[in-house]
C-alpha cells in the first residue's frame, strides 16, 4: 500500500511572527489612512505646485500657513527660537548630565524618534493642504472685499437699478428687509443718525417726536415727545445708551429709555452736534456762531470759540484727527480743535453762495461740500485744493455723506444720488446709484449704516432705509470700542471702562496726528544749533522788516501837506527833547 505524500513545507509552514512595533506601525498606517511614504509624495507635490505658482498667490498662502504675514513679529520670534536650538544642539554641554542622560542622548542622535517624525510630516502636510484651500476660498468668495454691482454688458448700466428690483430679485431675505419707508406725516422733518456699530439709529423729528429703533429687529426700543418744543439735531452719544438732542433752548441729555439725565444750559439754539468718541468731547454750534466742546465724561465745559462768521448748521468731524469742519453762509470752511482759539484753516469753496452740507470720508483725505449752488464740491485736504465738482439738479444739496467703503451719497431735492468710491478722486461721467422720494423732498438727513450696506434718509415724511451694495464695511474691527453689534450688558460695561481709561486729551487734536508725541533730537549740540538757527532767521527777518520800512515811500496827501515844511513838521512832531518836556509839564501846571 503506497503511502500518500506528505504535505508540502511551503503549504503547511506557519506565517513568520510579526513584531510587535511592526503590529503597531501597521495598525497606526491603517486608522491614519495614508502610509508615511504616500505623505511624503503628497508633501513633496504640494510644494511644487507651491513653487510653480505667482508670487501673489504664493504669498496667499503662505500667509495662511503661517497664521498671518511672513514679517510680523511672531515669524521672527519661531525663527529666532530655531535657530537658537539649533546652536544650543550644536554646542551642547553635556557636564551636568549622568553618564546614562549621556547614552541616550547620543543614541537618540544616532537614530531619530520616527514616530515623532511621522507625526511631524503629518501635520505639515495637512497645514499646507489648508493653506492652499483657504486661499481659493478666499479667491473665490472675497471675503476682506466689499463687493458693488457690475453690468454683464455695456447695454446695462446700474443706475437702472431700483430698489424693488433689488428687494424682490437679487437680495436675501435677511438683507430684503432693510429697505423700507417709514410714513411719519405728523412730526417731520425727520433726522436719521446711527450709533458706531449700526445696531440703533436715531430718529429725531423737529416736531418733538424722538425714538430709537433696533435695526436688527426693526422694533421700537425708546420713544417720546417733548411736549411743547421742537427738535433741532440729535446723535448719540459713546454708544447706543445715551443721546443728546438740541431743542429750542438747550441741549439735553437722554438715556436709552428716555429719562432726561442732565441740561446744557451754556448751549444755546444749537442747530449741529458732532460727538468725537476717542475724546469724549460733544462739540455744539447753532444760530449763536459759537463752537463749544462739552466733556461728557466729566460734565466740564473745555472750550468756547467765537467763530465770528454768523449762524452755522453743517458741522462735520474728521475721522483722521478729530479736527472739526464749519460750514458757514458765506462760502466758507473752517476748521477748528479746542486748544486753538483761532481756525486753524480757512477755505472758500462756495464763492457766494452758503456751505448747506459736508462729508469727509474715513481717510480724512478728501472733503466733499455743497452749497446753495447746486454744486458739489471735492476738496484734497492733503493740499487744501479743489478737485472737481457735480452738478446736481432739484435743488441744492442739502445732506452729504461718505460711507466706510468711499461710496459718496447726495441728497438733493428729492432725489438721493451714490457715486463709486472713485468719484472722490476723478470725476465720473454717471453715477452709481440713484432713488427718488417724490413729494419728501427737500431731504433733511442722509447716513450709512456702519457695517451694512444700508442708507438711512430722513424727510418730510418720515424716514426711508434703501440698500446700497457695496457701501459697508466687511470686516469688524474687535479692537474699537462699541463697534461689536452683538454686545451684551457686561461688554458694554466694560468697554465703557476702557474707554474712559484710554480717553485722549483734548489738546491731542491737531490737523497732524503724527506730530503730537514727538521726541526731540537726543544730541544736545544738534539741538542747540538748531535754536540759534531759528534765532537767526527771526533776526534776519526782523532786519528785513525794518529796512523796508524805512525805504517805504511816504503817502501822498492833500495838496499843501506834502510840502518839506510840513513833512518835516510832522517829523519833528515825534521827537520828544527838553524844550517838549518843559512845555508838556508847563502845561500840565496850567
Request: aromatic share 6%; glycine share 8%; net charge positive.
Amino acid at each position: 500500500m503506497a503511502k500518500d505524500n506528505p504535505p508540502s513545507s511551503s503549504s503547511n509552514k506557519p506565517p513568520p511572527p510579526q513584531k510587535k512595533n511592526q503590529k503597531k506601525k501597521q495598525a497606526g498606517n491603517i486608522t491614519r489612512g495614508k502610509s508615511h511614504t504616500e505623505l511624503l509624495t503628497q508633501r513633496k507635490s504640494l510644494k511644487t505646485t507651491l513653487h510653480s505658482l505667482p508670487p501673489t498667490e504664493r504669498s496667499k498662502i503662505l500667509t495662511h500657513y503661517h497664521g498671518g504675514d511672513r514679517d510680523t513679529q511672531q515669524h521672527y520670534t519661531s525663527q529666532s527660537r530655531l535657530k537658537n536650538l539649533k546652536q544650543d544642539d550644536r554646542n551642547n554641554n553635556t557636564s551636568h548630565l549622568s553618564a546614562y542622560q549621556v547614552k541616550s542622548l547620543q543614541k537618540r542622535k544616532i537614530k531619530p524618534n520616527m514616530a515623532v517624525q511621522r507625526q511631524m510630516h503629518r501635520r505639515e502636510t495637512k497645514r499646507l493642504q489648508n493653506a492652499m484651500e483657504a486661499a481659493d476660498a478666499e479667491e473665490i468668495l472675497h471675503t476682506h472685499v466689499a463687493g458693488l454691482v457690475e453690468v454683464e454688458n455695456d447695454m446695462e448700466k446700474t443706475v437702472q437699478l431700483t430698489q424693488r428690483t433689488l428687494k424682490h430679485q437679487h437680495l436675501e431675505e435677511n438683507v430684503a428687509r432693510n429697505v423700507y419707508d417709514l410714513q411719519l406725516n405728523d412730526y417731520g422733518p425727520y433726522k436719521m443718525r446711527y450709533d458706531r456699530s449700526g445696531r440703533y439709529a436715531l430718529l429725531a423729528g423737529a416736531g418733538g417726536h424722538v425714538s430709537i429703533i433696533d435695526q436688527h429687529s426693526l422694533a421700537l426700543k425708546t420713544e417720546f415727545h417733548v411736549p411743547n418744543d421742537i427738535v433741532r439735531d440729535a446723535c448719540f452719544l459713546h454708544n447706543g445708551s445715551m443721546m443728546a438732542v438740541s431743542q429750542e433752548k438747550n441741549v439735553y441729555i437722554y438715556d436709552e429709555e428716555g429719562v432726561e439725565i442732565h441740561r446744557l444750559d451754556g448751549h444755546r439754539r444749537v442747530g449741529g452736534m458732532e460727538f468725537l468718541p476717542y475724546h469724549w468731547l460733544l462739540a455744539t454750534i447753532g444760530n449763536t456762531g459759537v463752537l463749544q466742546y462739552q466733556d461728557t465724561s466729566t460734565g466740564n465745559l473745555v472750550s468756547q470759540h467765537r467763530t465770528k462768521l454768523g449762524p452755522c448748521r453743517a458741522i462735520r468731524q474728521n475721522p483722521f484727527n478729530s479736527v472739526l469742519h464749519l460750514g458757514h453762509t458765506n462760502g466758507t470752511v473752517t476748521l477748528w480743535s479746542p486748544s486753538s482759539s483761532e481756525y486753524l484753516v480757512k477755505m472758500l469753496c462756495h464763492k457766494g453762495s452758503p456751505i448747506t452740507s459736508m462729508a469727509i470720508d474715513q481717510s480724512g483725505r478728501y472733503m466733499t461740500t455743497g452749497g446753495g449752488d447746486s454744486k458739489v464740491k471735492i476738496f484734497d485736504l492733503r493740499m487744501f485744493k479743489e478737485v472737481h465738482s457735480y452738478q446736481t439738479y432739484g435743488g441744492a444739496p442739502t445732506c452729504l455723506d461718505i460711507s466706510q467703503t468711499g461710496i459718496l451719497g447726495i441728497g438733493h431735492g428729492c432725489h438721493t444720488t451714490f457715486y463709486r468710491p472713485e468719484a472722490l478722486k476723478v470725476k465720473m461721467k454717471e453715477p452709481y446709484m440713484k432713488h427718488q422720494l417724490s413729494g419728501h423732498g427737500p431731504l433733511e438727513s442722509l447716513r450709512f449704516r456702519p457695517f451694512e450696506d444700508v442708507c438711512g434718509i430722513g424727510h418730510t415724511g418720515g424716514i426711508s432705509s434703501i440698500v446700497i451694495p457695496g457701501s459697508g464695511e466687511p470686516n469688524l474691527d474687535s479692537m474699537e470700542h462699541f463697534t461689536n453689534p452683538y454686545m451684551d450688558t457686561k461688554q458694554r460695561r466694560e468697554a465703557e471702562v476702557r474707554s474712559l481709561l484710554e480717553k485722549l486729551s483734548p489738546d491731542m487734536i491737531a490737523l497732524d496726528p503724527d506730530s503730537v508725541g514727538g521726541i526731540e533730537e537726543s544730541n544736545l549740540i544738534q539741538r542747540q544749533q538748531r535754536l540759534r538757527d531759528l534765532a537767526e532767521e527771526a533776526d534776519a527777518k526782523k532786519v528785513l522788516d525794518e529796512e523796508a520800512r524805512k525805504n517805504k515811500k511816504e503817502k501822498k496827501r492833500m495838496r499843501g501837506r506834502s510840502k518839506i515844511a510840513k513833512k518835516l513838521g510832522r517829523k519833528q512832531k515825534n521827537i520828544v527833547d527838553e524844550n517838549v518836556i518843559k512845555l508838556k509839564e508847563k502845561v500840565e501846571k496850567e
